[in-house]
């Protein structure tokens, strides 16, 4: 009886045992399965396989340690600046480069403070919302003035033209990218003043080539003037050249001061200026053609804008074939869209369209860039023998001035291939609409 | 800012995440006003009228600011019952951008003064005004530095620096005013004077500002 109790007893308690080992085994599988390939074997005793597991895990955990640790390395070295922050604009790392530029050596690793605490730049600070709000990467460029406690340094610290890529992260984290784009742009504007200075110093030594030319000229006989003529018609392109080169420094370096503003009525402004080039269009039966409002005045330079109608016609007139017809079309519109300032309401958008080539493709961002040329053998096939070179033509300044005068005036132009016609097609808009026919005010 | 996380719990309670908030909207705020500010100085030393135009809608966007943040902080005092160094951060927070406004006032005057004497020739003591404006432009970055760090002796030290920005103030006057034999009109002259005063009054309130975040700190003004 006894032991019959103890077998019992003993059968209990073996059955709990292995009831338990069932529970423990499938527990174990059951942990083991998310862990992947390992798990599926069969046989296996499962807490060796644990084991195993553990190790792998760990060591792939050291790994990844590892690797973030050295894209944190490389990130740090990198050229460019980069740093991030968290849904509340707080600074969660920046690496050398970002801390050099933005001047943000009061932040140490491991500390986590308000962006704004540490770099008061307003710009920063909402393009970092605004890639958060949308969702998207943004790229903007922006000035940046560190600001400084100390009046003296503050002197010597020039701002910054940077620009920022910014990418939304997960978490809504915002990571941005840092570009010091301040020594290219000294670079380019190093490189106009050194052109400028020496466009200045030609001047002098051009002018006396072309008046010991003239003199020349008058002395010399028929057989041989033909040399000096050509002479001349070179020296002219070249002063002009210069001329040109110098006009634009000036219009950019104070655009606002040269302008001398009056009301100017645009429809004959370039009326005038068709009259001054046509003699250019005789063999080429070239006629042009007005369509929009008839009278209409804005306040404007009245030289520069000429100037602005002789260098757009004068493509036009390069560039058509013969017995074509250039079309001017003038409107007023309104100007929400492109002048900031409340204070315009309407202005003058005018489209000069030719029925060349028109431009190509590739050519159409750099048309308005200095000594930019698109295809070369096009732009000399179209000028006939014999034709005389005005001012500004042929210098490759044309259009570049043309955009600095528009620039001036708070406008802004455009260069596009005109859907009908196939040729070239500049839209210009101007602000400051003074007064347009009082039939146009209905319309 | 360090402070205020260091006295309550680290996990963001709704009182402090919402001071945070503001906290970033005041030095959004304060970067603002001090890029107005160079804006006026720009426009008023090196002759830039674009810079000039500018102002006008900086100053609406600041005004919009400082409307924002004082109507947060009340619905903070009233609704979330902060404990009582929230509370004067809060009491702080709104005379603070009190000051941080009127600065961007006299900015956008200076811009206005800027504008009217453009046509006149510069005056013979216009790089000394322009290192005024300098001073006061470093108070300001100061004062919004001590905001930034709750730095209570960078705060008081503006009363010192706010002296200097006096001084100056006081021998331009006497330069200014006691000037004999003027040609012409007086106007450059006028108005050279209102600006003079425009930047006083702005260093006056940096040093404010600066008082207020040495209260935040230490609770006695």
New interface residues.
Partial sequence: MLLLGFVLGLAVGFGFWLWQQIQLNRYLERVLQPLGSHSGKIGLPLLPCLRQEMSTVKQQHQDLQLSLQTYKELLDFAPLGYLQVDE??QLLWCNQQAREILHLH?WEPGQV??L???V???EL?QLIEQTRDWQKPQVREWIF?P?????KA??ELKPLALQAFTLPLPQREVGVFLENRQPLLDMNHQRDRSFSDLAHELRTPLTSIRLVAETLQTRLEPPLDRWVNRLMQEVDRLINLVQSWLELTEIETNS?MVLNLESVDVRSLIASVWETIEPLTQNQHLSISYTGTQKICIQADKSRMYQVFVNLLDNSIKYSPADTTIFIEMKVISVNEFI??DRFSQALEINIIDSGIGFATTDLPHVFERFYRGDKARHHESLPEGKTITAITGSGLGLAIVQQIIIAHGGIIKAMNHPDTGGAWIQIQLPEVVANSPRQDYS | ??AVINNTNPENTPPT?AI??L??DV??M???V??SF?LSHQALFARD??AA?ELP?LDKKIDRFYRQIESDCTSIITLQAPTAQDLRCLSAFMQLVRDLERIGDYAKDLAEIAIKIFPYPPHASLPEIA?MS??A???L??S??AL??LDEI?GRRLKYLDDDVDHAYNQLYHTLAHQKDVPGVIEPILLLTLAIRCLERMADHATNIGQRVAYIVTGQR
């Fill in positions: 509340e604009n009061r403070r308000l704004l605490e540490l008061r730049s307003y600070d003035h600001s400084l406690d100390n009046p503050m002197l606002t900031m300032g | 800012m360090k995440r945070k908030r906290e970033r030095l959004r304060g970067a603002l001090e890029q160079r009228l674009t135009e809608r290192l300098n001073n432009q470093a108070m970055a100061t919004l530095l930034a760090d960078n």
